[in-house]
């Protein structure tokens, strides 16, 4: 190649790499996914129904006394943290409008995040207590099992056309020693009718 | 042929490229204040022409916003220049011994400026949010969607289908071997808010008939597309799913919809589940990051960041690699062929957010750098030696 063919030659390089950005559909496969990571600057992007799930009114609620108030963050309307004995636990309290895809969904949802295998609808009927909140009769589930570490105690709870979501969540042994106190704030819950 | 040599190797030619390069910087250090770090880099500096628009909000901004000033794009100045230069070398200088050195200072220029534009067309950027104890085998690029259909029936693996959000045009019909149906599209909105029906019955009706969007009647406020640095445009989409026998149905996707807060929206076809989103798009490793603990100091009474890290827990089980590795400011784990910044953090500790980044030619720039400083070394020894044996 003579020297003063060497520019065109780079020239064409350079384009035919400007050419190989053209997007393709792809295809793979990864390891069955349970439990997902929260997407990076989650309160940006959710402007909407941010502002939908602010618009619930909190209910009257007693936390227990030793539960850390955190900040609860766009989405949901009530955080607190728990500590003793090196072990950490999380109480959160959610609502979002309709059933967000039934109770089903969320607690294999839940069991995903603690590492357990999704559930059917009869062994859901099966595992569910029932509790009364605020007059309504709703489902209470204790999720755990002695081959995790983080187990589960959460209810949900329809209200108006909408659904809370009370959870406890963190290592196994804390949750469980909490599970009255959490019963406790549970049985504290009083909606404001409007 | 020999008078557009000429004009290739004149030096008058790289001064100006390099008054217009100095200019695109100006210009476009000017538009980062509208357009933000991201959009500024592409349009100015990963781009063949690049338009300064006179700003609105200047003085006579009103009648002067359709003033323009048109420039030439980083990526045609650097072609022109990396041209320029060869040209030059070859024209003007002949190699010898003696300008050797001018010679690797050329070579290393020509580097830099190739790895420059390389980098702008092969570097992948994506986030990695760590939840405490959790871990991830996946970054997501919070500037691009995708929208994918996961095969799910598989016990143990999950066969997904990626469609860029670039295909997804409204009307079009997408199809690919490896699904038994189609898509079309029937709206795309690059950002967008979600609301309720129920609450907002002036809103356009909801055209989903499956899925989150009809059971919760869900309507779409189409939004302005944002460009800000700190703000990440929520693209949605009304997807509809042709088999054979007819429309399965009408689902509405939006990466509001993320799988960490509601459910996975699924469908059943000839026997099999799948699972429709429209996501963040996703870059899967063959390895995973846990975040053990999060350290994050400020300092004494303020809110300025002193010093925060992430102790993570790397795991690659085809290297039977199970280590503990500490990311902080400026030491990030090089790892495979990408590099995991400490870039951010959810507030309260439990989640730490790393910047990924894949350039697979970052060591180009390292290597240019050298062989310009050999080349200087070389050259002037050489003047000096020449110098000193004069003087004798």
Redesign the interface.
């Known amino acids: 190649m003579t020297?003063?063919k060497?520019?065109i030659f780079?020239?064409c390089l350079?384009l035919v790499?400007?050419g190989?950005?053209q997007?393709?559909?792809?295809?793979?496969?990864?390891?069955?996914?349970e439990?997902?990571?929260?997407?990076?600057?989650?309160p940006?992007?959710?402007?909407?129904?941010a502002?939908?799930t602010s618009?619930f009114t909190t209910p009257n609620w007693q936390p227990a006394r030793h539960w850390e108030t955190?900040?609860p963050g766009p989405?949901r309307k009530g955080r607190w943290n728990i500590a003793r004995d090196n072990q950490k636990a999380e109480v959160t309290a959610?609502a979002?409008?309709?059933?967000?895809?039934?109770d089903l969904?969320?607690v294999?949802?839940w069991l995903g995040q603690i590492g357990l295998s999704s559930i059917d609808a009869p062994t859901l009927e099966k595992q569910s207590l029932w509790v009364a909140i605020d007059g309504k009769t709703c489902r209470l589930l204790i999720l755990y099992s002695d081959d995790t570490?983080?187990a589960i105690i959460a209810a949900i709870v329809p209200h108006q056309?909408s659904t809370w979501f009370f959870k406890l969540m963190g290592e196994t042994a804390l949750v469980l020693q909490e599970e009255a106190a959490f019963r406790a704030f549970l049985d504290s819950i009083h909606f404001d009718e409007a | 042929m020999k008078r557009l040599l000429k004009f290739f190797s004149s030096l008058r030619l790289t001064i100006v490229l390099l008054s217009f390069a100095l200019l695109v910087v100006f210009f476009g250090t000017l538009d980062q204040v509208h357009l933000g770090i991201y959009e500024a880099q592409k349009r100015y500096f990963e781009s063949w022409l690049a338009l300064w628009f006179y700003p609105a909000e200047w003085p006579g901004g009103n009648s002067l916003q359709t003033f323009f000033i048109p420039l030439p794009g980083g990526f045609l100045l650097g072609i022109l220049l990396i041209i320029n230069l060869i040209c030059a070398h070859f024209t003007h200088f002949r190699l010898s011994w003696q300008k050797i050195g001018i010679a690797c200072i050329h070579t290393g220029l020509l580097f830099l400026i190739v790895s420059g534009f390389l980098t702008g067309m092969l570097q992948e950027e994506s986030q990695m949010a760590l939840d405490k104890g959790q871990a991830v085998r996946f970054s997501q690029n919070m500037r691009q969607a995708e929208l994918v259909i996961i095969d799910k029936s598989d016990p143990y693996m999950d066969y997904v289908t990626s469609i860029p959000t670039s295909l997804l045009e409204e009307r079009k019909t997408v199809t690919d071997p490896n699904l038994p149906f189609s898509l079309t599209t029937l709206h795309y909105y690059p950002n967008a808010e979600l609301g309720l029906q129920a609450q907002n019955p002036e809103a356009v009706p909801t055209l989903a008939t499956a899925g989150a969007g009809a059971k919760m009647g869900l309507v779409v406020f189409p939004q302005p597309l944002s460009r800000q640095d700190n703000v990440v445009n929520a693209q949605t989409a009304y997807i509809t799913i042709n088999t054979d026998e007819g429309p399965l149905g009408t689902w509405l996707v939006s990466s509001i919809l993320d799988s960490d807060r509601f459910p996975p929206q699924q469908f059943d076809y000839q026997g099999k589940t799948y699972e429709i989103a429209l996501r963040f798009k996703r870059t899967y490793y063959p390895f995973s990051l846990s975040l053990i603990e999060f350290t994050h100091e400020r300092y004494p009474g303020t809110n300025v960041p002193k010093h925060f890290s992430s102790l993570v827990q790397l795991v690659n089980p085809e290297h039977s690699e199970d280590r503990q590795v500490l990311i902080y400011m400026n030491h990030p784990l090089r790892y495979s062929d990408y590099t995991f910044f400490q870039a951010s953090f959810v507030p309260g500790g439990n989640t730490s957010i790393l910047q990924v980044v894949k350039n697979p030619i970052r060591s180009l720039p390292y290597y240019a750098v050298l062989l310009v400083g050999l080349g200087l070394f070389f050259q002037f020894s050489t003047y000096l030696i020449l110098f000193l044996k004069k003087r004798e």
């Open positions: 020297p003063s060497l520019p780079g020239l350079l790499l400007c190989c950005k997007e393709t559909i792809t295809t793979y496969s990864i390891p069955k996914e439990s997902k990571a929260t997407a990076p600057g989650t940006q992007m959710m402007p909407g129904l502002q939908q618009g955190q900040d989405m959610a979002f409008p309709g059933d967000v895809g039934g969904a969320n294999n949802r570490p983080q056309g």
